[in-house]
């Protein structure tokens, strides 16, 4: 009865959510909504969609779809070539993947101002860029047995992606462009911690598929992170528990009305922004964020995740450890044969150069768990810095790109 009661009332508070936003002014008359944004850059950028951000500034854009080895379609998009560039599709490229964080997608990574955008620089220095969508964001709601609208659909986290849906778009890749037998592989945030798993699981597939990993914002172990809802809120709620028992299996889906009002109201208020980025993420961001495109990425970034992949994080952030994901004594028995989660064993990678990029205002990704992940990581690290005026989300829509000649250097060097 309580349960029910709670499914009830959570469900009932989400549709009141949904009422108000539909009686907001901004949506009842779609034009007065369009006379806001006449000559206005930043809010017409963030109506469109993927594709338009990428098509209106002239790149070329192809949209590819694969399928992991456990059912789930993944879009893939690919923009392989620069700006205006003639004749690409004869010249011999490197193929360089990118893959988001958290609650993301390949739209994260095109915001920012297009002489400050990653896709864009890399495409332009004539690198073949493609931008994965991990399982169950936005783009990739799609399986072969399971839809949204079940539990099983759900039933992933950082370690599913990293098992399933790196392989799966690193084959295409290398089956679309032949000449580049390996991929840089770019992760931001999760898109590091699921890398890093799948090493940990499959190291001998990767070394054939993989050149160099470039981790931004890198995550293994986050016990130390001073982010206040990792540290405290999330501890005392107990959200393993009531998520359960509410039947909660998705987190903060792509919903476009209310990613529109976020971004209004931080083009109106970008004092918002700057606290918001404070607490999750970003200390003292306001000088080195861009937030004159913060309403465009307001717009785009909120895509969906399961809850599982959020409380893996969770419990990395109780657990002090890089563990799989924790059952409880009884499934762990089962699955790992002992009561408590397996560890990662990071120390057991090798032959994977990889480049450490960290913000020291990171309240996600600090230098001292980084510091760890060295260690770990040994002689396969070939490069770390920890940038002074630097966040989490510095990385994506940041003021200062000279960070990125680092990265330019590095992968000049591989290719």
């Not at 778009?169 to 032949?178: E, G, P, Q, R, S």
């Not at 890093?196 to 070394?207: H, R």
């Not at 895509?303 to 409880?328: E, I, P």
């Amino acid at each position: 009865m309580i349960k029910s009661i709670l499914t009830y009332s959570y469900n009932y508070t989400l549709h009141c959510i949904d009422k108000v936003i539909d009686s907001f002014p901004l949506y009842q008359k779609k034009e007065k909504y369009n006379d806001l944004i006449i000559n206005d850059e930043h809010k017409e950028e963030s109506t469109m969609s993927f594709e338009e951000l990428i098509i209106n500034k002239n790149y070329p854009l192809e949209i590819h779809y694969v399928e992991t080895v456990d059912g789930y379609i993944l879009k893939l998009y690919r923009i392989p070539a620069g700006k205006e560039e003639e004749n690409y599709k004869t010249k011999q490229k490197q193929s360089i993947l990118l893959m988001h964080g958290i609650f993301d997608s390949s739209n994260g990574w095109v915001c920012n101002s297009e002489d400050k955008c990653i896709p864009f620089i890399l495409a332009n220095l004539g690198y073949d860029v493609w931008l994965g969508n991990n399982r169950g964001n936005k783009h990739s709601r799609n399986h072969i047995k399971h839809n949204p609208d079940n539990s099983e659909f759900w039933n992933f986290s950082f370690h599913e992606m990293g098992l399933y849906d790196i392989p799966a778009f690193l084959d295409h890749i290398t089956k679309i462009n032949t000449f580049s037998e390996k991929v840089i592989y770019i992760g931001h945030s999760q898109g590091t911690a699921m890398l890093f798993a799948g090493l940990t699981q499959k190291l001998e597939y990767f070394k054939t598929k993989i050149k160099l990993f470039l981790a931004f914002g890198p995550i293994a172990r986050v016990s130390s992170a001073t982010n206040p809802i990792l540290r405290n809120f999330l501890g005392f709620l107990k959200p393993d528990q009531w998520f359960e028992k509410l039947n909660i299996w998705e987190l903060l889906p792509h919903n476009e009305k209310r990613n529109k009002i976020n971004s209004l109201i931080i083009k109106k208020m970008p004092i918002i922004g700057q606290i918001m980025f404070n607490i999750i993420s970003d200390s003292n961001n306001s000088s080195y964020i861009n937030y004159e495109r913060m309403p465009i990425y307001a717009s785009q970034c909120l895509s969906g995740t399961s809850t599982k992949a959020c409380l893996h994080f969770h419990q990395l952030g109780l657990s002090n450890k890089y563990n799989m994901y924790d059952y409880g004594k009884q499934q762990n028995k089962e699955k790992y044969g002992s009561e408590e989660p397996k560890e990662y064993d990071l120390s057991s990678i090798n032959d994977i150069p990889i480049g450490l990029f960290v913000g020291k205002q990171d309240k996600l990704t600090q230098p001292i768990n980084v510091d760890w992940l060295r260690e770990q990581l040994g002689d396969n690290v070939i490069f770390y810095n920890a940038y002074d005026n630097m966040g989490h989300t510095t990385f994506l829509i940041g003021n200062d790109i000279k960070w990125f000649d680092d990265v330019i250097e590095i992968i000049n060097s591989y290719s």
